[in-house]
């Protein structure tokens, strides 16, 4: 998991396939809704949400996942407050045929096994033309929940299978087209939270609540070169289906009764259409250029329902649709030796519907509305020596105003909302190379003024809604340091200083004494070491982290402004590669920690302040892998 190894990054904890994940702190609230995402996901050229949370498609098959830290407004348009992760997949090679096949069993400290298997076939159909590779995987981690009230035990068991499929046709030296499609569908059983009137890993609940998360993507991208001018042009088409069930029953009713039980039910069906066309080129040696278009079209149908377990009726049923269209360009230049100044900028247009689904709607009912953005972005590098630069840079970033579709005395009205606006100015020095031996490392500063931020919030009464917040800064500062020997020996520390303020509340926000914005750890730090020892048959290598996370709170004001953080996370590694064989043995919360990672598991006893999630228990893995 990446967030394992960026401190930068963060996350909460609902559980997998439901959770939103931030980037240098430039986090709006700890609750899923209809809000576009800070951060933008790509599986290569691929846009994968637009405002839905991590689909947490496995990562197998993958040659590296990168991320920019944002805004990123200007090349990637909204949705980029925060930045980019890029997760790259490996290509089909045309040259020659390969096969691999991977799997392992999990056991859980007071919970239950599990396990995993993944195959991966790369099949030239036309040598040095045309190849097909293909992945599938699936796997199942144990529970570890206990659930008192129903007397069942790891109740909260996950399971995921997929399958991605990549055509890659080089008709000829200058152009490449790729097909890709991929599909994951990805089940919990019941929620992964306790609560601590309960114990550590037990709570009580009346019903289940399962979680479901069916992701689906096609993917369409041509390349082609001309003259020293780069062509991409990528079309992406996602549906995907999130499934949510919450136990709604009031504590007071005695819930041990059948007919007292109540439940929330929440069915997302999104809909997202993605393309960009960009064209890249050179001045010679005095620089570079990009400029290009895009279009999204994401619409997303969200029905609720609310009431008796066995039939809960129909709370609400909204149909939102957002149209993104943009122009953009940046350039970069040398004004002297070592010396480059980057220039960029983008114009958007958005317009958003909002419908209720099959209501008769007021007269005034204005269910439109359009926006138009102009974002820059500045930047200035200089290379003061060989693996080192020195740069300063001004970005933004924003997210459309959200329409949304509220109720009032039963009639359907749109409630419309500011949108929020990122400006961040950043200072940092790199040096070293990236990968090889020696040193390497760096340090960034950035501080981000963010205006009329949106939140997806949720009331006392369980129930999710948007709100402006207000505006406010947020301020960080990280450090990376490593090193690498030519004995195969690597060492690497990384850490930050973050520190957020809802500086201008909006009414209702203004009450909180501390006003840190949520999800956002005041530090992280982590430690990690690998050695890599050559064999006669092959290779071993033994690797170790340490992680800490600091302090955070999960909203901002009462009665859900409650803490969460302050703990340490260790994993150990051991790894025999053999010619075509390897053996893999890891373990992951070697401290067997108890923390609260996240403070949230039910809306609707929320406010008790009794909720925890804690880290998965201690657990080993074995694996085996063969390639041939």
């Known amino acids: 998991m990446i967030l394992q190894h960026i401190p930068a990054l963060s996350s909460t904890n609902l559980g997998p396939g439901r959770n939103k994940i931030f980037i240098r702190g430039i986090a709006d609230s700890s609750f899923n809704g209809s809000n576009q995402s800070t951060i933008s996901q790509y599986l290569g050229d691929a846009r994968l949400i637009y405002s839905a949370p991590d689909p947490d498609l496995l990562l197998y098959d993958v040659a590296k996942v990168e991320v920019l830290e944002g805004p990123q407004g200007t090349l990637y348009g909204a949705g980029t407050l925060g930045g980019i992760i890029h997760i790259v997949p490996r290509i089909p090679d045309a040259s020659s045929a390969r096969f691999g096949i991977s799997g392992g069993v999990h056991l859980t400290q007071n919970g239950k096994p599990g396990g995993d298997l993944a195959g991966v076939l790369n099949l030239p159909l036309e040598r040095d033309r045309l190849a097909l590779r293909l992945v599938a995987y699936s796997s199942q981690e144990g529970g570890y929940i206990d659930d008192a009230q129903r007397r069942q035990r790891d109740v909260n068991r996950n399971t995921v299978t997929g399958i991605r499929a990549s055509l890659r046709w080089t008709p ?42 069916d992701y689906r993507l096609a993917s369409l991208t041509v390349r082609h070169s001309l003259g020293g001018i780069n062509l991409v042009s990528v079309s992406s088409y996602t549906i995907h289906s999130i499934d949510t069930r919450f136990d709604a029953t009031p504590p007071v009713t005695g819930a041990s ?38 279009a999204i079209d994401n619409i997303e149908q969200t029905t609720r329902y609310l009431g008796p377990s066995s039939e809960p009726g129909l709370l609400s049923d909204v149909r939102n649709g957002t149209l993104d269209a943009a122009l953009f360009g940046e350039a970069t230049l040398g004004l002297v030796p070592d010396l480059t100044v980057t220039l960029g900028g983008r114009l958007s247009y958005v317009r958003e519907t909002g419908e209720p689904a099959g209501v008769q709607v007021i007269e005034n009912y204005e269910p439109i509305r359009s926006q138009f953005r102009a974002l820059p972005t500045a930047a200035l590098s200089w290379i003061p020596g060989t693996d080192q630069i020195v740069y300063v840079r001004y ?24 949108h929020d606006h990122v400006r961040t100015f950043e200072m940092g020095w790199r040096f070293g ?43 960080n500062i990280a450090a990376r340091l490593a090193y690498a020997s ?57 690797d170790g982290a340490l992680r800490y996370v600091g302090r955070s709170k999960l909203a901002i004001r009462p009665p859900f402004d409650l803490p969460q953080g302050r703990y340490y996370d260790a994993s150990l590694g051991l790894r025999f590669q053999g010619a075509l064989l390897g053996i893999t043995l890891d373990v992951s919360n070697l401290l067997n920690s108890r923390a609260n990672t996240f403070a949230f598991g039910n809306p609707f006893t929320l406010a008790s302040g009794t909720q925890q999630t804690p880290p998965r228990p201690r657990s080993l893995r074995l694996g085996i892998d063969a390639n041939f």
Do not use: C
Not at 191 to 212: C, E, H, K, M, W
Not at 494 to 523: K, Q, V, Y
């Open 395 to 418: 970005q933004e970033g924003y997210r459309p105003g959200a329409l949304e579709i509220v109720y009032d005395a039963g009639q359907p009205r749109a409630a419309r909302f500011e």
């Open 172 to 213: 000829s030296a200058d152009w490449t087209v790729d097909l890709s499609m991929v599909g994951q569908d990805l089940a919990s059983r019941d929620g992964q939270y306790a609560t601590n009137d309960v114990g550590s890993l037990a709570r009580r609940s009346a019903i289940a609540q399962p979680f479901d998360n």
């Open 433 to 475: 190379a990236s990968e090889g031996t020696g040193l390497s490392g760096g340090i960034v500063g950035s501080v981000a003024w963010w205006d009329d931020i949106q939140a997806d919030l949720i009331g006392e009464d369980g129930l999710p809604y948007i709100a402006n917040i207000g505006s406010g800064r947020v301020q």
């Open 486 to 542: 030519d004995n195969g020996f690597v060492i690497e520390a990384s850490g930050f200083f973050a520190r957020s303020n809802l500086a201008h509340p909006a009414a209702g926000f203004d009450a909180a004494t501390d006003r840190d914005l949520p999800n956002i750890a005041d530090e992280g730090w982590r430690l990690a070491a690998k050695q890599r020892w050559s064999l006669a048959g092959g290779s071993l290598s033994l």
């Open 257 to 294: 009764l059948p007919d007292a039980r109540q439940a929330y039910v929440e069915d997302i069906e999104i809909k997202l259409f993605s393309h960009e066309t960009r064209l890249t080129g050179s001045f010679g040696t005095q620089g570079s250029w990009v400029s290009g278009l895009s």
